[in-house]
């Protein structure tokens, strides 16, 4: 999925990658991830999720919600997916790493009660997201996954 962010500065308002601002197209499992959040109980408040902050303006994928108990505080999540169906999985997680940090520290300016997730495939995450590397990348960065299994379009895992 491209992100788009607008630009304001002393020149004029310009937009990256394509003229005027425009809704993201929907990455591949969107829908997906959508229903099993659903499935689990989650309320889908915002499809996409505009995070806006200052001179920035970006799209993570959904915003949701779920009522635990009625005498405790609701929880509220971002789930910014992707597919790594790209020519590189490296690539690619190097791209939703980046994403991911961006949305995180903005939303934690802008809308604190929110919890950012990557939302990633089961099989994405059983073959790629268990190499070595790449679960001490995701220690360091402090990433919290939704695994989806995207056939049956139900949650896997939550890894907090």
Same mark, same amino acid.
């Given at each position: $999925? $491209?992100?788009?962010?607008?630009?304001?500065?002393?020149? %004029? #308002?310009?937009?990256? =990658?394509?003229?005027?601002?425009?809704? %993201?197209?929907?990455?591949?499992?969107?829908?997906? /991830?959508?229903?099993?959040?659903?499935?689990?109980?989650?309320?889908?408040?915002?499809?996409?999720?505009? @995070?806006?902050?200052?001179?920035?303006?970006?799209?993570?994928?959904?915003?949701?919600?779920? %009522?635990?108990?009625?005498?405790?505080?609701?929880?509220?999540? /971002? /789930?910014?997916?992707?597919?790594? @169906? !790209?020519?590189?999985? $490296?690539?690619?997680?190097?791209?939703?790493?980046?994403?991911?940090? /961006? =949305?995180?520290?903005? @939303?934690?300016? #802008?809308? %604190?009660?929110?919890?950012?997730?990557?939302?990633?495939?089961?099989?994405? =995450? !059983?073959?790629?997201?268990?190499?070595?590397?790449?679960?001490?990348?995701?220690?360091?960065?402090?990433?919290?996954?939704?695994?989806?299994?995207?056939?049956?379009?139900?949650?896997?895992?939550? @890894?907090?």
């Amino acid at each position: $999925m $491209m992100c788009w962010v607008t630009l304001r500065s002393t020149q %004029p #308002t310009r937009d990256c =990658y394509c003229t005027g601002l425009s809704m %993201p197209a929907k990455d591949r499992y969107h829908d997906a /991830v959508k229903n099993a959040l659903i499935k689990d109980g989650w309320e889908i408040i915002a499809d996409p999720y505009l @995070i806006k902050y200052e001179d920035a303006e970006l799209y993570a994928d959904l915003a949701a919600e779920k %009522p635990i108990a009625a005498e405790k505080q609701g929880r509220k999540i /971002v /789930v910014e997916i992707k597919s790594f @169906i !790209g020519r590189s999985l $490296m690539y690619d997680f190097h791209n939703a790493l980046g994403q991911y940090i /961006v =949305y995180r520290n903005l @939303i934690q300016l #802008t809308e %604190p009660e929110y919890t950012l997730y990557l939302g990633i495939d089961d099989l994405v =995450y !059983g073959e790629f997201f268990q190499r070595k590397s790449i679960q001490a990348v995701i220690a360091q960065n402090n990433l919290l996954l939704l695994v989806v299994d995207t056939e049956t379009e139900e949650i896997r895992l939550w @890894i907090s």
